[in-house]
């Protein structure tokens, strides 16, 4: 599959934990960007790196942290958790860096906090 | 801020029928608008953004901003159809795109 791929499709944790999202986006794109869907929030965008800078932030709680690594794969650490934090985790990946081209989506990691 | 409402969560339709699925946006200045599409079991894609003017799989969408919205019509439903549909906009400068809720498309044979 030469689409954005993420991993692990599913992640059941406790309150107070960390956890760790990958995503690697389509080859040939440089551009990554994390997404929250909450029940209650919708599809929320969190962060984007481009080509392993951080280039625009959104509605991402301290608590969050993402970095993209040479290999221009990139990861989101969550802590701390909260109930609330449940949700329906996606990655996107794109060619530019400033919006051109088209955002292709990734499965998504469903987080479940208990 | 930029804002997004779709207003109707369900929206069920025979087979054949016409669909329309409602965007309202808030913002005053020249906004870029779009719909994604989720069919069950995939992944959120790209269905059409109004700078293309284009017709995919027999949607348009129309950006009226006398009225702010971008409503997605089909003249003839199908049943593959069926989706997760939701409107988005990027403006101020910005590239990201805001969403709205979604609207759940059901079309029945």
């Known amino acids: 599959d030469s689409g954005v791929t993420q991993t692990p499709k599913h992640l059941i944790t406790a309150t107070g934990q960390r956890v760790t999202l990958r995503c690697s986006p389509r080859s040939g794109d440089l551009s990554v960007y994390w997404y929250q869907q909450s029940l209650d929030q919708g599809l929320q965008f969190l962060i984007q790196y481009y080509n392993g800078e951080e280039r625009a932030k959104g509605n991402i709680l301290e608590r969050f942290s993402a970095q993209q690594f040479p290999d221009l794969h990139s990861e989101l650490n969550l802590s701390s958790l909260e109930l609330g934090d449940s949700a329906l985790y996606f990655c996107?990946?794109?060619?530019?860096?400033?919006?051109?081209?088209?955002?292709?989506f990734g499965p998504g990691t469903r987080l479940t906090v208990l | 801020a930029q804002r997004v409402t779709q207003p109707e969560k369900l929206l069920s339709v025979f087979k054949g029928a016409p669909v329309e699925l409602k965007c309202n946006y808030s913002?005053?200045?020249?906004?870029?608008l779009f719909w994604y599409v989720q069919y069950s079991r995939q992944r959120l894609q790209l269905l059409l953004r109004?700078?293309s003017r284009e017709s995919i799989k027999g949607f348009t969408a129309d950006l009226n901003k006398g009225e702010t919205s971008f409503h997605l019509k089909k003249p003839f439903a199908q049943e593959e159809d069926s989706a997760m549909y939701y409107c988005a906009i990027a403006s101020g400068g910005s590239y990201i795109p805001t969403f709205g809720r979604g609207t759940s498309l059901i079309v029945h044979p």
């Open positions: 109004h700078i």
């Open positions: 913002y005053s200045g020249s906004p870029e």
């Open positions: 996107a990946s794109s060619v530019g860096g400033q919006g051109e081209g088209e955002q292709f």
